[in-house]
C-alpha cells in the first residue's frame, strides 16, 4: 500500500488475522497508534520505511510474531523517546532496520545497535535548539550536489519526500514560497492566530498540511484557495469559535478534517457546504453544549466518522442526525447525556461503531438500539455509571454486533444476551454482579460461548470477588440444574449409579474383543441406551 498519502494509523486500523507481510513504505505517516495491529497475529514483516516517524511506540499490543520493522529513511529521533521501542525490540526479538536522523552524536547510527541505557533526554530547550540546527545545517559538498529546492527562510524542505516543514519556527505570518511539488507541509507550533485568504499559493499538490497550535482564532474566506490536492486539514489546539463555509472554498479532495481542542461552543452546522467529500470529522475535546436539528444537514451529509469525545453535550435532537446514511462511527463519550439518543441513532441507520463511555446514564429502557439493529458492530457503555437495563435494551441487536463494552457501572443484573450469537468481544468486570438466581441466564450463557467473560460477583458477599462462572449457587435455581455437571464447576459430587461397575481388564484389550460369541453379547448390548448412559457415566467419572 506505499506511496498513498496517509498520515496516521489509527486504533486497530489494520484487522487480518492472516496476514504476514504489509507494506506502508514512502507515504506520510507521522504516528502510528500502538494497538494499529492489534488484529494482525500472523504479522512478520512490517515496511513502514521513507515515512515522516520521528518517534513510534512498541506494538506490545498485537502482532506477537513481527520479526522485522523496517524504518529505513524515517527522521528518527534516537533519544529517551525510542527507548520503549528499543527495549520491546529486543525482548520481542524484532529486527529494526533504519538508522538514527539524531540527535548529531546518533546521526547515521544503526538502530538495531543502539543500547536502551544510552537513549537519553536532554531539556526540551536543548532538544529544541539541537533540532533546529540539524534541520538548518548545510550539508557539505559532494560530488553531485542535490538539486536545490524552493524553501521560505527559516523552514526546511526535502526535495526527495517533498516535505516542508517550519514546525515550531515562531513564524506570526504564513511563510509563502513553497516548491509547487510539495506534498506535505507542516507548520505547526508557530503564532498566526489568524489565517488570511490564499494564504497558500503556488502549492497545489499538498496532500497533509498541518496547522495544529498555531493560536489560530480566524481562518478567512478562501484561506485554502489553490490547495486542490489537500486530504487531511489538522487545525487542532487552536482558539476556534466558529467557521465560514467559504474558509474551504477550492478543496474538492478534503477527506480528513481535524478541529478537535477548540472552541466550539456549537456544532458548525453548514461549515462544510463546500467540501462534499468530507468523511472524518474531529470535532473532540470543544466546548459543544447540544446537536442542534439538522446538525450535518448542509455539507456533512456523507461523514463516515464523527468524532464528539470530550465535549459537553447534554442533548441529542431527534433530527440531529438527519439525512445521516453514510456515518458509520459515531464517537459520544465523556460528554453529558443522560440517556441513549434513542431518536437521534433512528436516522443514523448505516451505524458500525457507537461510544457512549463516560456519560451519566443510568438507564437503558427498551429498544433502545433497535433501529441499529442491522448494521451496529461496536457498543461501547463502559464507565457511565450505569445502575439498570430493561431486559429488552438489546432487543433487535442479533448477530452483527461484534464486541459490547459495560465495564466500570453499577449493573447487578444484565439483559439476555442469547441473540448476540457473533459476540467476540465482552467486558463485565467492575460491576457489582448479584450472583442469584436472576443472573442464572447470563450464567447459562457463558457456559455456552466460547469467550472469556470478564464478570465477578459482587453479591452475596461470601463468594464476592469470585467469577461468575466459578460459583456453584445457580444449581439451586429453577432450570439450573443443567449447570450440575458444567466442568467449570469442578469435579461433580452427585452420587455414582448403583448398576454402574468398573469394566473389567480383560475389556481394555481390543484383541480380545472379537474372540468369543460370549464376548460378542456385551458388546451388542452396548448399543442399546441403558447400558450407553453407564458406559458414559462411567468415563466421566474416571475424567
Not at 459490547?404 to 439483559?415: D, S, T
Request: glycine share 8%; charged share 20%.
Amino acid at each position: 500500500m506505499g506511496y498513498n498519502p496517509m498520515t496516521y494509523l489509527g486504533e486497530e486500523t489494520v484487522s487480518m488475522p492472516k496476514l504476514t507481510h504489509l507494506f506502508l513504505d514512502h507515504m506520510f505517516l507521522q504516528d502510528l497508534a500502538h494497538t494499529a495491529l492489534y488484529r494482525t497475529p500472523k504479522l512478520v514483516h512490517l515496511d513502514i520505511s521513507h515515512n515522516q516517524l520521528r518517534v513510534l511506540q512498541p506494538f506490545s499490543e498485537g502482532a506477537p510474531s513481527l520479526a522485522r520493522l523496517n524504518l529505513a529513511g524515517n527522521p528518527i529521533y534516537c533519544n529517551c523517546y525510542l527507548r520503549p521501542l528499543r527495549e520491546w525490540a529486543i525482548d520481542s526479538k524484532v529486527r529494526l532496520l533504519g538508522t538514527c536522523g539524531g540527535p548529531e552524536h546518533f546521526s547515521g547510527e544503526h538502530l538495531d545497535t543502539l543500547y536502551p541505557r544510552d537513549l537519553r533526554c536532554q531539556s526540551q530547550d536543548a532538544m529544541l535548539k539541537a533540532e533546529f540546527e540539524e534541520a538548518t545545517r548545510v550539508a557539505p559538498p559532494t560530488e553531485a550536489p542535490p538539486p536545490r529546492v524552493k524553501c521560505p527562510a527559516n523552514c526546511a524542505c526535502q526535495a526527495e519526500t517533498n516535505h516542508s516543514t517550519c514546525e515550531n519556527r515562531g513564524h506570526t505570518k504564513v511563510p509563502q514560497g513553497f516548491s509547487a511539488d510539495t506534498k506535505l507541509l507542516d507548520l505547526r507550533g508557530n503564532h498566526f492566530h489568524y489565517v488570511p485568504s490564499n494564504s497558500f499559493p503556488g502549492v497545489p499538490q499538498v496532500v497533509s498540511l498541518h496547522l495544529q497550535r498555531c493560536k489560530i482564532a480566524e481562518v478567512e474566506d478562501g484561506a485554502f484557495t489553490g490547495m486542490k490536492g489537500l486530504v487531511y486539514l489538522y487545525l487542532s489546539e487552536n482558539d476556534l469559535t466558529s467557521l465560514s463555509p467559504e474558509a474551504f472554498k477550492g478543496l474538492p479532495h478534503l477527506t480528513y478534517l481535524h478541529l478537535e481542542k477548540n472552541r466550539f461552543t456549537r456544532f458548525p452546522k453548514g461549515a462544510f457546504r463546500l467540501v462534499p467529500g468530507l468523511q472524518a470529522l474531529h470535532l473532540e475535546h470543544n466546548a459543544i453544549v447540544k446537536l442542534e436539528s439538522g446538525s450535518l444537514v448542509g455539507g456533512a451529509e456523507g461523514v463516515r466518522g464523527l468524532y464528539l469525545t470530550g465535549n459537553v453535550i447534554n442533548g441529542v435532537s431527534a433530527r440531529a442526525l438527519e439525512r445521516a446514511d453514510a456515518l458509520d462511527t459515531l464517537h459520544l463519550g465523556g460528554n453529558k447525556l443522560k440517556e441513549v439518543p434513542s431518536q437521534a441513532l433512528g436516522h443514523a441507520g448505516n451505524l458500525g461503531e457507537l461510544k457512549l463511555s463516560g456519560n451519566p446514564i443510568r438507564w437503558v429502557g427498551a429498544n433502545a438500539f433497535r433501529a441499529l439493529g442491522a448494521t451496529l458492530k461496536d457498543l461501547y457503555l463502559d464507565h457511565t455509571g450505569l445502575e439498570k437495563m430493561s431486559k429488552d435494551s438489546l432487543a433487535g441487536l442479533g448477530p452483527g454486533l461484534r464486541s459490547l463494552y459495560l465495564e466500570g457501572n453499577r449493573l447487578e443484573v444484565v439483559p439476555d444476551l442469547n441473540p448476540l450469537t457473533s459476540l467476540e468481544v465482552i467486558n463485565l468486570a467492575e460491576n457489582p454482579l448479584l450472583c442469584d438466581c436472576p443472573l442464572l441466564a447470563l450464567r447459562m450463557w457463558i457456559e455456552r460461548v466460547n469467550l472469556k467473560v470478564r464478570a465477578t460477583c459482587a453479591n452475596p458477599p461470601e463468594i464476592r470477588g469470585r467469577r461468575v462462572k466459578d460459583v456453584h449457587i445457580f444449581r439451586a435455581c429453577p432450570g439450573g440444574e443443567s449447570l450440575l455437571y458444567s466442568p467449570t464447576l469442578g469435579p461433580k459430587t452427585s452420587r455414582t449409579p448403583k448398576t454402574t461397575k468398573p469394566k473389567p481388564a480383560h475389556l481394555n484389550s481390543p484383541q480380545m474383543m472379537p474372540m468369543s460369541k460370549a464376548r460378542s453379547k456385551p458388546r451388542m448390548g452396548l448399543r442399546a441406551r441403558p447400558g450407553g448412559a453407564k458406559k458414559t457415566g462411567q468415563r466421566r467419572n474416571e475424567a
